[in-house]
């Protein structure tokens, strides 16, 4: 019954290869997000989407690309994988803004997906 | 300059004191505004929304000052269980865009 769940947990994988992250939400939210958090543990915002749409592109390389198949899911492939690509990768999904209370916008994270890219 | 600034600490404090962490941020067309918690090794979670009016959850209490684009977070009466990073956060472009500050270390000892 996880929120907001990603696979895999960990990824340790050679520079150069491509590999793919999932992200799959249950709350019935309609945005979804990717972040990077590296190793200064900053977060960093990458993707949002509304409804299956892009909305927000954080000038990321192109090497990343997310896909979402429905508002349920949010997946991120990336190819040829650099050294500096490994951190913490979190998804999220949140209802839209408007009204007050908690809802007005939470934001609610996957566990994360630790890449180490050697 | 970032656009969400905190002071990183750490904050050592002892268990029952009253610390308070601060936030600056930059863009004025900033729409909401919170603070999450983030244990180590564990994904971020909300603590609680920032209201102009000020608001309070318990032994926490944040502020809002939109004219100088300011946000406060104090917790009073610190339990152990307190330690961890608190991140500020700002959105906008209708909620899309999420900005994190870097964060600002707290550790509570016994």
């Known amino acids: 019954d996880t929120a907001v769940s990603q696979t895999p947990k960990y990824l340790v994988t050679q520079m150069g290869n491509d590999k793919s992250i999932k992200c799959e939400q249950n709350l019935g939210h309609d945005t979804m997000y990717w972040y990077k958090q590296d190793s200064k543990k900053f977060l960093k915002i990458m993707f949002s989407y509304n409804n299956k749409e892009l909305i927000i592109n954080e000038t990321v390389p192109n090497r990343f690309s997310p896909k979402s198949p429905d508002k349920a899911h949010l997946n991120l492939h990336i190819n040829s994988l650099e050294l500096g690509d490994s951190a913490v990768y979190f998804c999220?999904?949140?209802?839209?803004?408007?009204?007050?209370?908690?809802?007005?916008?939470?934001?609610?994270f996957g566990p994360g997906t630790r890449l180490t890219v050697l | 300059r970032k656009e969400v600034e905190q002071d990183p600490g750490p904050f050592n404090v002892p268990e029952g004191a009253t610390v308070a962490f601060n936030c600056t941020y930059s863009n004025s067309a900033s729409q909401s505004f919170f603070w999450y918690r983030q244990d180590c090794r564990k994904e971020p979670k909300l603590l609680m929304s920032v209201y102009s009016s000020g608001n309070e959850d318990g032994r926490f209490t944040a502020q809002l000052n939109r004219a100088s684009q300011y946000i406060s977070l104090l917790i009073r009466d610190s339990k152990l269980s307190d330690s961890a990073t608190y991140l500020c956060?700002?959105?906008?472009?209708?909620?899309?865009?999420?900005?994190f500050g870097a964060g600002t270390r707290l550790f509570v000892k016994a």
């Open positions: 956060v700002v959105k906008y472009t209708g909620g899309f865009k999420t900005i």
């Open positions: 999220a999904s949140s209802l839209p803004m408007g009204g007050q209370g908690r809802e007005n916008g939470e934001q609610f």
